[in-house]
Every structure is written in structure tokens, then in C-alpha cells.
């Protein structure tokens, strides 16, 4: 029995270790493949790579394809026109362990005024670094870091019930890499950045019941500007979609074209593509994942979970680079609310009359319906269902009026 037991699994090792080796031979094979296809020799050129790292929370679980979703403090690196349709003010705190020794810090704080979003943005990278000499004699060390700051301003135009408006927006930033005098010097640099986005929202192949839009669009133009050596900024064009073909589930598809304008210099990376989805299961949970699309294809998964007025969400995301020991790539985000928009407010306030409008409408008693809606517009102008219902029930009183004054004719002439 023993002899049949040391033998079997000595077969079993057998199988295993072809089997994984067959798995790495064609994992192998499939990535020399990718890479032949579509690999990229402008890949990593630009400086400030902290640019390109995002700092964590639904946007990097969603593989980064944000641009047209924008609906949380992520906004601020993938549309600056998103702070004027978030439905609270946020702070937002994140830590992402990035590769090896090196970590991303940030903290976003976010706040609307009607139609006005205003945001402030700091992002801090750093690296523990040591120089070693010939003999393996340590000759220096520091911390290697970017910081990048970020202020933001966008505006939403032409918002309505049936339109939810064209919000546009930019960010002004400025950016700073320090590598200590001790390791390397004169490397330290500035640079200063523009980004512009649009975003809109509209009702496209709606098969369910909601106030809130089910398509968006957006379109952003990302890290503009002039630095302090001849490299060039990661500058970028995104473009996205969101589509909500069923309330919980949310899918997002963003295009990324990086430019340059000395392409024959300073040629730019090749485009790329990002694929994610928003899931919602309950009220206080949430599951997002994503695809990146480029030289080094990156699979994202995260997990939102809203505790009243605090949220916290994590993420994973594994490519090439990506380890599990220690483990890489891994973010935490902690975001707390604090306190609806004025807007949403008010736009509680006035479903609430326009419900009560409704009840009183189905009773027969229009009149009591009237003004319950005028009350509705009072509070929201631009809630123009409420202006509808009002022209529809008055001009059924008119001619309710009308049909009353013909019949009492009638009876009068007979």
C-alpha cells in the first residue's frame, strides 16, 4: 500500500509539474505573442510617472475607465468636469502600496454650489532609496518622491429635469520630483499642468424606472503644460461611455490617445483602452472591476462599502509588474461624506410635493394638485415635469369647463 501510495504520488507530482510547466510555456508563448503585437517602445518616456498611478477607489477598480462615470472624488483624475454633478461634498483619504517600497498617499476634498464644483487634490509618491558602491558599501540614502497638487473648478450648463446639463471643467496642476543631492544631483524638477473635460448625461435605451440618467459621455484632455527639463508630460486625450442597461450594473469603456507635440522628439506611447463595471448589490455594497488594454494589461477588482455617512473602498489590481509577496498594487480608500449638496436637498423637497400633487391629482382634486406642483417649481425652476403637469391639468379644466357650458346650453335650448 505504501509502495502504491510513494508511486502515485509520485505520478501526481509528475502531472503537476508538466502541467504547470505546460501553463507557463503557454502563458509564456501568449505574452511573447501580446507583446510582439502590441508592444510599445514609447512606453515610459515621460516623467512624472505619478501622473499615471491612480490613487485608488472606484476609478482604479474599474480599470480606470472613469471618464464618462465621474461619480465620486476619482473624478479629479479622469474628467475635472465631474465636481459639478456629485450629489455630496467628500473628503476622501487614500493609500496605495504601488510596487516594492514605494506608496502613493492622497486626500481629495470635493464641493458643489448649485451648479459650481469646486476640489482640491494632493497626491504624494515616495521610494525609500539606497546607493551602493563597488564593494556593496552603502554610499547614500534618501527618499526619492513626486508630489503633484491639484485645484479644480468645473461648471454644469443647461441642467434641467430632462437634461441633466453639459458640465465642463479644469484642473490646474502643479508638480514637484525630489531626488535628494546625496543620491543623484540636480535631478530635482518642476512642472505645472492643464486638464479639461466635458461630461453629459442623458436617457439612452432605458428599460427601467429612475430619475437618474442611464448614458454618459465624456471626453477629457489630460496634463498640458511645461516643465523644467526636455522630457515630456504623460499628456493624454480620454474619451469614455457609461452605460446602465439595468439599474444595478453599470459598464464603462474609455479610449486613451497620449500626444505629443515634438512626435518626432519626444514621440508619444501608443493608445490604449480601458474596460470596467460598477455593481451594485445592496444599498452599502458595491463591486467594481475593470480591464486595461496596453503593453502591460492590468486586471483590476475592488469593493465599496458605505457605512452612512463613511465609505471604504479596496482594491486589487494585478499585472506584470504586480507581486504577492510582499503584496503590490493593493489601495484603501476612506471617504467621508459630508453632507448632501443643497441641490439634492431641494430636490427631495420638491419630489415630495410633486408626489403629493400626484395623490391629490388621482382624488380628483386637481386644483390641490396645481399647487402643490407650482410649489414644486417654486423651489426648482428647472424641474419642469411639475411645469408640464401644470399645463396638462389646466388645459383639462378648460375644456372640462367647456364640455359643462355646452351641456348646460343644450339643456337650456331644450
Not at 30 to 45: E, K
Request: hydrophobic share 40%; proline share 3%.
Amino acid at each position: 500500500y505504501i509502495i502504491k501510495r510513494e508511486g502515485m504520488n509520485k505520478v501526481t507530482t509528475i502531472l503537476l509539474c508538466v502541467l504547470f510547466s505546460s501553463c507557463s510555456l503557454l502563458f509564456g508563448d501568449f505574452y511573447d505573442d501580446y507583446a510582439r503585437i502590441f508592444g510599445d517602445q514609447n512606453a515610459g518616456l515621460t516623467i512624472f510617472p505619478t501622473l499615471l498611478i491612480p490613487l485608488g477607489g472606484r476609478m482604479e477598480g474599474m480599470g480606470t475607465a472613469f471618464t464618462a462615470m465621474a461619480i465620486d472624488s476619482g473624478f479629479i483624475e479622469s474628467n475635472p468636469s465631474g465636481s459639478s454633478m456629485l450629489a455630496y461634498n467628500e473628503l476622501s483619504f487614500y493609500h496605495h502600496s504601488w510596487i516594492a517600497d514605494s506608496n502613493l498617499e492622497g486626500i481629495v476634498y470635493t464641493s458643489r454650489f448649485g451648479d459650481l464644483g469646486l476640489a482640491a487634490c494632493g497626491k504624494f509618491l515616495y521610494l525609500p532609496f539606497e546607493a551602493y558602491g563597488e564593494w556593496g558599501r552603502m554610499e547614500s540614502s534618501g527618499m526619492i518622491s513626486e508630489t503633484i497638487g491639484m485645484l479644480n473648478i468645473s461648471y454644469n450648463f443647461l441642467s434641467s429635469y430632462y437634461f441633466s446639463g453639459l458640465a465642463v471643467g479644469m484642473n490646474l496642476k502643479g508638480a514637484f520630483r525630489n531626488i535628494p543631492e546625496n543620491i543623484y544631483p540636480d535631478q530635482s524638477i518642476v512642472a505645472g499642468m492643464v486638464d479639461i473635460g466635458a461630461l453629459t448625461r442623458f436617457n439612452f435605451l432605458k428599460f427601467y424606472s429612475s430619475r437618474d440618467k442611464n448614458f454618459s459621455v465624456g471626453v477629457a484632455v489630460k496634463n498640458v503644460g511645461i516643465q523644467s527639463v526636455d522630457d515630456l508630460l504623460p499628456m493624454m486625450v480620454s474619451s469614455g461611455i457609461a452605460y446602465s442597461f439595468i439599474k444595478p450594473v453599470t459598464i464603462a469603456v474609455d479610449f486613451n490617445l497620449p500626444f505629443s507635440f515634438d512626435q518626432e522628439n519626444h514621440p508619444a506611447a501608443l493608445w490604449d483602452v480601458a474596460i470596467g463595471a460598477n455593481i451594485i448589490f445592496t444599498d452599502f455594497i458595491s463591486m467594481q472591476t475593470g480591464f486595461r488594454f496596453k503593453e502591460n494589461p492590468r486586471i483590476s477588482l475592488g469593493c465599496s462599502v458605505d457605512m452612512n455617512n463613511f465609505t471604504i473602498v479596496t482594491n486589487y489590481n494585478y499585472d506584470l509588474t504586480a507581486s504577492l509577496n510582499p503584496i503590490d498594487k493593493f489601495s484603501v480608500e476612506v471617504k467621508v461624506k459630508l453632507g448632501e449638496q443643497e441641490s439634492i436637498k431641494k430636490q427631495k423637497e420638491v419630489d415630495t410635493l410633486f408626489a403629493q400633487g400626484l395623490d391629490a391629482y388621482a382624488r380628483g382634486d386637481y386644483w390641490a394638485a396645481i399647487e402643490l406642483w407650482e410649489k414644486a417649481l417654486e423651489l426648482d425652476p428647472k424641474f419642469l415635469l411639475a411645469r408640464d403637469y401644470i399645463e396638462t391639468t389646466k388645459k383639462y379644466l378648460e375644456l372640462q369647463k367647456e364640455m359643462e357650458e355646452k351641456q348646460e346650453n343644450i339643456q337650456t335650448e331644450n
